[in-house]
């Protein structure tokens, strides 16, 4: 298997599922689901582990004990933490709200962050790299990486220039309108000649990629949503994985989008047995 380097927020999610639909104004009746790891890097990084690579975190937590709850976890699945740092203070914490359908909102109530870029990022082995992280002071790195492994990055942002990469991936719900409308367009701007391939998903209507002379889509599978939250992370681990195996950007998309309704059916990070049934 493949060695896979994923940079990205490692949290405590505090769940709390709704009886009925978030709506702005509303007195809303909820239960209380307790909480669990999340944060997009570890949504990424525990299922690629459980698949069988050898998965390095690259973020950061408090030095309360939330933060070594976010550790044990993480090993716990396998996942190697020693380029985790500590930083004094609380953990990243959020609040995810779990609508009836499986649609959740997070509210972001803290945030632990490095000061500055991590740059051990730079000499790290890996085979692949995959940033999970809105922080503007990645290119320089990820640039220099291009020749090494094969980089990955999730936008936004997408400004120019701030992602090189191979491949990007966007939700198109968190892009604005002239970009969701010119996709490749968007890769290209943010990822520079680097880019092969921009890779979009839809929720419902599955995902799609782009590149400079094609386009394919592969459409979402039946499933009964408990909890989206971290479906688009699991996606990205199931593209990393295929990718990293040397599948086409086709058969890529398609295991993408297996992982990702796998999560959406599980609420959250699939369990080790459900990753290996997609083996």
């Not at 709704?18 to 009746?29: C, E, K, S, W």
Request: hydrophobic share 45%; charged share 20%.
């Amino acid at each position: 298997m493949s060695r896979i380097v994923v940079v990205g927020s490692i949290s405590i999610d505090e769940v709390v599922t709704l009886r009925q639909p978030l709506r702005a104004g509303m007195h809303l009746d909820g239960r209380e689901r307790g909480r669990r790891v999340g944060g997009g890097a570890a949504n990424t990084a525990i299922p690629l582990s459980f698949a069988g690579h050898a998965v390095t975190v690259v973020s950061s937590v408090g030095t309360d004990p939330e933060g070594s709850i976010i550790l044990a976890r993480l090993s716990d699945a396998g996942v190697d933490t020693s380029q985790v740092i500590r930083r004094a203070g609380p953990s990243t914490r959020s609040l995810v709200l779990v609508e009836p359908d499986g649609e959740r909102t997070v509210v972001n109530l803290h945030r632990c962050r490095e000061e500055g870029p991590p740059r051990r990022l730079q000499t790290i082995p890996a085979d692949v790299i995959y940033v999970r992280s809105r922080e503007l002071d990645l290119a320089p790195i990820l640039a220099a990486r291009l020749d090494s492994a094969l980089v990955v990055a999730h936008v936004p942002p997408s400004g120019p220039g701030i992602r090189p990469a191979h491949v990007l991936v966007a939700s198109a719900a968190d892009l604005p309108d002239e970009e969701r409308l010119a996709p490749w367009e968007t890769g290209r701007r943010a990822a520079g000649e680097a880019l092969s391939w921009m890779v979009v998903t839809r929720g419902a209507g599955g995902a799609e990629a782009h590149s400079a002379d094609r386009r394919f889509h592969v459409p979402a599978r039946e499933a009964s949503p408990v909890d989206s939250t971290g479906a688009g992370d699991v996606f990205a681990a199931g593209l990393l994985h295929a990718l990293a195996a040397g599948s086409s950007m086709e058969t890529a998309l398609v295991t993408a989008v297996a992982w990702g309704t796998c999560a959406v059916e599980c609420g959250g990070i699939p369990p080790r047995d459900r990753i290996l049934a997609l083996l």
